[in-house]
């Protein structure tokens, strides 16, 4: 799986066999459009010399909402005809173990546990029979929300868009059969979400169709595909961890502002 670290204040891309706490250097860009392939050097590295970030740097993470059938039914809600998209700012985006530092301007901090999409190469106005050779892999989110500012606005920019309210990571998984992955969100270590990704209203491939119709998705881009059943509260102090069957877990803790 393709992890992103620093180390000596270099930025670089690694591969990492899982389970093991080796990082295989990868030398070159991961996003290479052409036909040369990122070259795995034979140079391995121990994890715990790494500082871990989140896997990509997206210029922009592109969120669906009401994207699962047992989520539609928990918020009351009917099934959209078609995707619901809004937006993350890139400054949203943190890495494994950083913080999610809890605003001063809500009172109902929540988390949705969420599949994330990673783009591999450049993506306007794709079919869905096309997705695949444009994504990279496939990651897990956070999709943090301030549930009482996302009632209060009407629109979602401030209820999804604080800085650290996209936790991504630990590492990218480019092959999945992403219809049908277990997604479980633990609070404290407590199964919260325990759900499968097969309960998607729209699919991978049609999401990536609807959103390129609109917007054109760069490389490392970001696509959350929305949450299951079982959202709820976060407080100062929880930690927060999404596991995605074939990708592995990313946790976070929630800290004071
Ligand atoms: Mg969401």
Same mark, same amino acid.
């Given at each position: 799986?393709?992890? &992103?670290?620093?180390?000596?204040? #270099?930025?670089?891309?690694?591969?990492?066999?899982?389970?093991?706490?080796?990082? &295989?250097? =990868?030398?070159?860009? /991961?996003?290479?459009?052409?036909? &040369?392939?990122?070259?795995?050097?034979?140079?391995?590295?121990?994890?715990?010399?790494?500082?871990? %970030?989140?896997?990509?740097?997206?210029?922009?993470?592109?969120? =669906?909402?009401?994207?699962? #059938?047992?989520?539609?039914?928990?918020?009351? #809600?009917? %099934?959209?005809?078609?995707?619901?998209?809004?937006?993350?700012?890139?400054?949203?985006?943190?890495?494994?173990?950083?913080? =999610?530092?809890?605003?001063?301007?809500?009172?109902?901090?929540?988390?949705?546990?969420?599949?994330?999409?990673? =783009? #591999?190469?450049?993506?306007?106005?794709?079919?869905?029979?096309?997705?695949?050779?444009?994504?990279?892999?496939?990651?897990?989110?956070?999709?943090?929300?301030?549930?009482?500012?996302?009632?209060?606005?009407?629109?979602?920019?401030?209820?999804?868009?604080?800085?650290?309210?996209?936790?991504?990571?630990?590492? /990218?998984?480019?092959? %999945?059969?992403?219809?049908?992955?277990? /997604?479980?969100?633990?609070?404290?270590?407590?199964?919260?979400?325990?759900?499968?990704?097969?309960?998607?209203?729209?699919?991978?491939?049609?999401?990536?169709?609807?959103?390129?119709?609109?917007?054109?998705?760069?490389?490392?881009?970001?696509?959350?595909?929305?949450?299951?059943?079982?959202?709820?509260?976060?407080?100062?102090?929880?930690?927060?961890?999404?596991?995605?069957?074939?990708?592995?877990?990313?946790?976070? &803790?929630?800290?004071?502002?």
């Amino acid at each position: 799986m393709i992890i &992103r670290y620093e180390r000596n204040g #270099k930025v670089k891309h690694g591969w990492q066999v899982e389970e093991e706490n080796k990082v &295989r250097v =990868i030398e070159g860009d /991961i996003y290479k459009q052409d036909d &040369r392939k990122p070259v795995m050097t034979g140079l391995e590295l121990p994890l715990e010399e790494l500082r871990v %970030l989140a896997p990509c740097a997206p210029s922009k993470v592109v969120c =669906i909402g009401v994207n699962y #059938k047992d989520h539609a039914v928990e918020m009351g #809600k009917d %099934l959209p005809a078609e995707p619901l998209m809004f937006m993350k700012p890139s400054t949203a985006v943190i890495g494994p173990g950083e913080a =999610i530092v809890y605003p001063s301007l809500t009172e109902n901090l929540h988390y949705e546990g969420e599949l994330a999409v990673v =783009i #591999k190469k450049t993506a306007r106005h794709i079919k869905a029979e096309q997705a695949e050779e444009y994504i990279l892999g496939f990651t897990c989110a956070i999709d943090v929300t301030a549930r009482d500012l996302q009632q209060r606005d009407g629109q979602w920019t401030r209820a999804k868009g604080f800085d650290t309210f996209c936790p991504l990571g630990p590492a /990218i998984a480019p092959k %999945l059969d992403y219809n049908n992955l277990r /997604i479980v969100t633990r609070v404290n270590g407590e199964v919260r979400q325990d759900s499968n990704t097969s309960q998607m209203v729209f699919k991978v491939p049609q999401l990536l169709e609807a959103i390129t119709s609109v917007m054109t998705l760069l490389p490392g881009d970001v696509v959350l595909t929305g949450t299951p059943a079982g959202v709820g509260q976060l407080h100062v102090g929880d930690e927060i961890s999404v596991t995605i069957e074939g990708i592995g877990t990313l946790t976070n &803790r929630v800290v004071a502002p």
